[in-house]
């Protein structure tokens, strides 16, 4: 069954440098999310992005954040300058069909971002 | 909030036993997902109810969804130790401009063998 995957599974990255997490949504999707979880609290939606642009980004989602899908496969997720509070897992997900469908979302397995 | 509740926080049981899980919200929604999440992974996608249906089911999974009382549960039949995980509501908003999910504060259920 076709998957979402993310890389790299943890990255640990100084204060203030850049950090860019990968994605490869599944194949024949249209939309595209990316949501967090901080150790121990909820899972929280950051953004979603279909045709090239960003649909909805939450309040979390401020300037140090950007989603980029630079070729057919990849969405990524960059953080400009990272803070400690941005420790936390971060999942891609994606969906088949349009707004609103009832299709679930497909989430992959997280990439651990550690801020030192 | 928008944002599903779930209970208990945790739940213990014994392999063989079913483990029920709520979910409780406060707005309108397109549906309503449930997902799984072992220690330290992702979200594996269970089972989506419509607004429009009352009952679903896969396998040992059973969903049922109450609209008029904002509230669904996941009944887990003859759980096994494989079932061990955190499961998680999430809601899908009824707005038209938005497929955001909303996830709940999740059941941390743990199956002893």
């Known amino acids: 069954e076709p998957e979402v995957t993310q890389t790299p599974s943890h990255q640990v990255t100084q204060m203030g440098q850049e950090v860019i997490l990968r994605c490869v949504p599944i194949?024949?999707?249209?939309?595209f999310y990316w949501y967090r979880q901080i150790l121990g609290q909820k899972v929280e939606f950051l953004v979603s992005?279909?045709?090239?642009?960003?649909?909805?980004k939450s309040e979390i989602f401020d300037d140090q954040f950007s989603v980029e899908r630079p070729d057919g496969s990849n969405f990524t997720l960059k953080i400009r300058s990272t803070k400690l509070e941005d420790s936390a897992m971060y999942f891609c997900?994606?969906?088949?069909?349009?707004?609103?469908?009832?299709?679930?979302?497909?989430f992959g397995d997280g990439t651990r971002l550690s801020i030192l | 909030s928008q944002q599903g509740e779930e209970d208990p926080q945790a739940l213990s049981i014994q392999e063989g036993e079913n483990a029920t899980m709520n979910c409780s919200y406060k707005?309108?929604?397109?549906?309503l997902q449930w997902y799984r999440q072992n220690s330290g992974r992702g979200l594996v996608h269970l089972i989506l109810?419509?607004?429009?249906?009352r009952e679903k089911h896969s396998g040992r999974l059973r969903v049922t969804l109450d609209t008029s009382k904002k509230s669904s549960s996941l009944l887990i039949t003859a759980s096994r130790a494989a079932d061990t995980a955190s499961y998680f509501c999430?809601?899908?908003?009824?707005?038209?401009?938005?497929?955001?999910?909303?996830f709940g504060t999740g059941t941390r259920l743990q199956v002893f063998p």
């Open positions: 997900a994606s969906k088949r069909q349009s707004l609103n469908s009832n299709q679930p979302q497909h």
């Open positions: 194949s024949n999707h249209l939309y």
């Open positions: 992005f279909y045709n090239n642009e960003i649909s909805e």
């Open positions: 707005t309108s929604i397109n549906n």
């Open positions: 109810i419509r607004s429009n249906e």
């Open positions: 999430a809601l899908a908003g009824r707005s038209y401009n938005t497929d955001k999910l909303i």
